[in-house]
C-alpha cells in the first residue's frame, strides 16, 4: 500500500513539474517578447504604413488583412464545421461511410498547413479563378481550421444528456426540432470553445496564406475580397528573416509579434464574451 501511494505522489510531482516547466517557458517567451516588444508599441506604430523599405512606419495593414482573412475564414468554417458534426453525432448511422468521414476528418488535422496553402492555390486561386486575394486564403484558412471545428463539436454534442433529447421527442418534437431547440443550444459552449480555437490558429498561420494572396507590401488597404493583403504573420516572418538588414528591424518584429499576440487575445477575449452569454447556468 505505501509502494502505491508513493508512485501516486511520484506521478503527481511528475505532473506537476512538467506543467511548471511549460508554464516557465511560456512566461520566459512572454518576458522576451513584451521587453523588447512593448517599447515598439505606438499609436503611430499601430495606425501608420511601413515606410522606408520597411525600416519604418507602422503595420496598420498587416493588423487590418490579418483580422479580416481571420474573421471571413471564420464565418466560412464554423457552419460547416457545425453542420458536419451534427450530421455525425445526430443523424449519420454508424455505417462506412461514417467510419471513412471521422477517418478523414482526423487525418486532415494532421496534415501540415503548408500542404493547404499549395491545394488552396490549385484549387481556389487558380482553379476557381480567385486570384491572389483575401477570399482564396480564407477558403484556405477555413479548411485548415475545418476538422478542429468538427472534432471539438462533435464532442461538445456528446456531453448533451440523452434524456434532454428523449424528453424533447417524447413532448411531441420532430428530431431537427430537438437538434435546433435542446441539443445545440445545451452544446453552445463547448462548439463556441471550437470556434474560438480554430479562430486562434487561423490569425497565427503563414504557409496557407504564403500561396493564395499575401502581399510583401501594398499602399492600400484592401477594398474587396478579391484584393491582396497584407497580414501580420508573413509580415513577422520577413522582417525576421527575409529582410536585407534584419539587425535594424529586429525591433519592428518584436512589436509586430506582440501586436500579434494582442490581436489574437482580443479575438479571443471577443469570442469568450460571447460564449459566456450562451453558458447553461447563465441561461437558467
Known sequence: MRIRTLWMWIGIASLIACALTVAAFMAIMLFDLGKQGIPV?????LTGFPRQGMTAGGIWPAIFGTA????????LTAPLGVACAVWLEEYASESILTQLTRAAVRN?????????GLFGLAIFVEGMH???SILASACTLALLTLPSVIATTEEALRQVPRALREGALALGATRWETTYSVVLPTALPGILTGVILALSRAAGETAPILFTGVAFYTRYLPASPFDEFMALPYHLYILATQHHDPELVRPLAYGTAVALLLLVFLLNLVAFIIRAQYHPKKRL
Open 41 to 45: 508599441l505606438s499609436w503611430e506604430f
Open 68 to 75: 479580416v482573412v481571420t474573421l471571413l475564414a471564420t464565418l
Open 108 to 116: 486532415l488535422a494532421g496534415v501540415p498547413s503548408i500542404v493547404y
Open 130 to 132: 480567385m486570384g491572389a
